[in-house]
């Protein structure tokens, strides 16, 4: 800005340039609570966060950690869904799988990194599901634990 001169943005908003954040926004929990269900088809867990995207084209960058599952005596399968809806393209074992049966190991974490593209401005509720594969006990998360959902929006 030239000497003299003022810059006035108060009557405006700066757009920011494509690849640039706009926002975070993040559930964190450092001492996570056993979550646990028999349910076969997919229930809601504690892990979520909504993000109000400011631009309707915007991309959701996603991060999922929970520092550890339990498969307990069955099979877990994790999700992360919009709304409640499954994010397009993914499957049953787009956030996690684990098995205490099978010779896998019972403890293990679920890490994953996803993208959303947003169409509106809209609340986007980020969730994370989990069910049991055959009706046996599964936790999503477990006791003295750790768990994160962070949320970034990329402008395009």
């Given at each position: 800005?030239?000497s003299?001169?003022?810059?006035?943005?108060?009557?405006?908003?700066?757009?920011?340039?494509?690849?640039q954040v706009?926002q975070?926004?993040q559930?964190y929990?450092a001492?996570?609570?056993?979550?646990?269900?028999?349910?076969?088809?997919?229930?809601g867990?504690?892990?979520?966060?909504?993000?109000?995207?400011?631009?309707?084209?915007?991309?959701?960058i996603?991060?999922?950690?929970?520092?550890?599952?339990?498969?307990?005596?069955d099979?877990?399968?994790?999700?992360?869904r919009?709304?409640?809806?499954?994010?397009?393209?993914?499957?049953?074992?787009?956030?996690?799988?684990?098995a205490?049966?099978?010779?896998?190991?019972?403890?293990t974490?679920l890490?994953?990194?996803?993208?959303?593209?947003?169409?509106?401005?809209?609340?986007?509720?980020?969730?994370?599901?989990?069910?049991?594969?055959?009706?046996?006990a599964v936790?999503?998360?477990?006791?003295d634990t750790?768990?994160?959902?962070?949320?970034?929006?990329?402008?395009?």
């Open positions: 800005i030239p003299g001169q003022t810059l006035d943005a108060s009557g405006a908003t700066l757009v920011p340039s494509a690849g706009v975070c926004v559930f929990d001492n996570t609570a056993k979550e646990e269900s028999t349910s076969q088809v997919f229930v867990s504690n892990i979520r966060k909504t993000i109000t995207p400011t631009y309707s084209n915007s991309l959701i996603t991060q999922l950690t929970i520092s550890m599952a339990d498969s307990v005596s099979r877990i399968k994790a999700k992360l919009v709304n409640g809806v499954d994010m397009p393209g993914t499957d049953q074992y787009h956030a996690g799988y684990q205490a049966m099978d010779g896998y190991g019972r403890y974490p890490v994953n990194q996803s993208q959303y593209t947003c169409t509106s401005t809209t609340p986007l509720e980020f969730r994370v599901y989990y069910r049991s594969s055959t009706g046996g936790r999503i998360t477990h006791t750790s768990s994160g959902l962070t949320l970034w929006e990329i402008a395009q």
